[in-house]
């Protein structure tokens, strides 16, 4: 893909996955980090720096807007993600010493149970 | 997750009819694991500390689905600047595209928050799953 297109185009891709971050209480790295591999063709590293280097300003953006809507409690989700940050180091760490797939493959088992209990839930709801 | 003994998970959210729009003010011990526990499986997968977060945040700690969100994305701050600090020291960034990135992705993040200040929870919820759902899938086939 040629210089301005594919700047073109990451930025479109900022958009959707930037909109689908604020609504979903998510950084996007999960989706911006296959994209980049595939479409922008960087490393695996790369493109999880990178995409870190975008999550950031979208969650403050993000926050901005909901604090100011009186969503969420923006003080308290800034001490305890505080907390995450040395977790996060800590992490890092260990992923060096873990084998990675299968580590990859008991968190999808997990992700998928809890994904099926909140559709439950909100179908449940009224 | 991981940091919890099988015996908390027994013990009752915050009755749900208090505890939802105005969240509790304090760190409480569940909250520092539930940042700790994204932070950890952020830095071992290198996903976004916000799928760990969210569901914990709404089935551990009783927030509803909205300010689970709202919260996840405030916490996400500094996990982020942590990690970002950590790889920028490697030199892995490729700033163009972050930049192009982070030009789409603030102005999506606008319309994104407005859209989750809005949303009913049941919608919301299911959203959640499905997106929830579709990561899982993705984990295990990549």
Redesign the interface.
């Given at each position: 893909m040629s210089g301005v297109v594919l700047y073109a185009v990451l930025i479109a891709f900022g958009f959707f996955t930037g909109g689908a971050a604020g609504l979903l209480g998510v950084g996007g790295g999960i989706m911006m980090v296959p994209f980049l591999t595939l479409v922008a063709g960087v490393s695996q590293h790369e493109a999880q720096a990178t995409s870190l280097l975008v999550v950031l300003p979208t969650a403050v953006v993000a926050s901005i807007t909901l604090h100011r809507k009186g969503v969420g409690d923006l003080p308290l989700a800034l001490r305890f993600g505080a907390v995450g940050a040395v977790g996060g180091i800590a992490g890092a760490l260990l992923a060096l010493a873990l084998p990675g797939h299968a580590l990859r493959l008991v968190f999808a088992l997990l992700l998928a149970v809890v994904a099926v209990r909140l559709v439950r839930d909100g179908l449940a709801t009224e | 997750?991981a940091e919890r003994s099988p015996s908390s998970v027994a013990v009752p959210a915050p009755p749900p009819a208090p505890a939802p729009e105005a969240?509790r003010?304090?760190?409480d011990r569940r909250?520092?694991g539930?940042?700790?526990?994204?932070?950890?499986?952020?830095?071992?997968?290198?996903?976004?500390?916000?799928?760990v977060?969210?569901?914990l945040l709404?089935?551990r700690a009783g927030y509803r689905q909205?300010?689970?969100?709202?919260?996840?994305?405030?916490?996400?701050?500094?996990?982020?600047?942590?990690?970002?600090v950590?790889?920028?020291v490697?030199g892995?960034?490729?700033?163009?595209?972050?930049a192009?990135?982070?030009?789409?992705?603030?102005?999506?993040?606008?319309?994104?928050?407005?859209?989750?200040?809005r949303?009913k929870?049941?919608?919301?919820?299911?959203?959640?799953?499905?997106?929830?759902?579709a990561?899982?899938?993705?984990?295990?086939f990549?």
């Amino acid at each position: 893909m040629s210089g301005v297109v594919l700047y073109a185009v990451l930025i479109a891709f900022g958009f959707f996955t930037g909109g689908a971050a604020g609504l979903l209480g998510v950084g996007g790295g999960i989706m911006m980090v296959p994209f980049l591999t595939l479409v922008a063709g960087v490393s695996q590293h790369e493109a999880q720096a990178t995409s870190l280097l975008v999550v950031l300003p979208t969650a403050v953006v993000a926050s901005i807007t909901l604090h100011r809507k009186g969503v969420g409690d923006l003080p308290l989700a800034l001490r305890f993600g505080a907390v995450g940050a040395v977790g996060g180091i800590a992490g890092a760490l260990l992923a060096l010493a873990l084998p990675g797939h299968a580590l990859r493959l008991v968190f999808a088992l997990l992700l998928a149970v809890v994904a099926v209990r909140l559709v439950r839930d909100g179908l449940a709801t009224e | 997750m991981a940091e919890r003994s099988p015996s908390s998970v027994a013990v009752p959210a915050p009755p749900p009819a208090p505890a939802p729009e105005a969240p509790r003010g304090h760190l409480d011990r569940r909250l520092a694991g539930i940042g700790a526990a994204g932070g950890v499986l952020s830095g071992l997968l290198g996903v976004g500390g916000g799928i760990v977060m969210v569901p914990l945040l709404v089935l551990r700690a009783g927030y509803r689905q909205r300010d689970a969100h709202a919260m996840s994305l405030g916490a996400i701050i500094p996990i982020s600047l942590a990690s970002v600090v950590t790889y920028g020291v490697a030199g892995e960034v490729r700033v163009g595209y972050a930049a192009a990135l982070a030009i789409g992705s603030v102005v999506g993040a606008r319309v994104g928050a407005g859209l989750l200040a809005r949303i009913k929870e049941r919608p919301l919820k299911i959203v959640f799953g499905l997106f929830l759902g579709a990561v899982a899938v993705l984990l295990v086939f990549k």
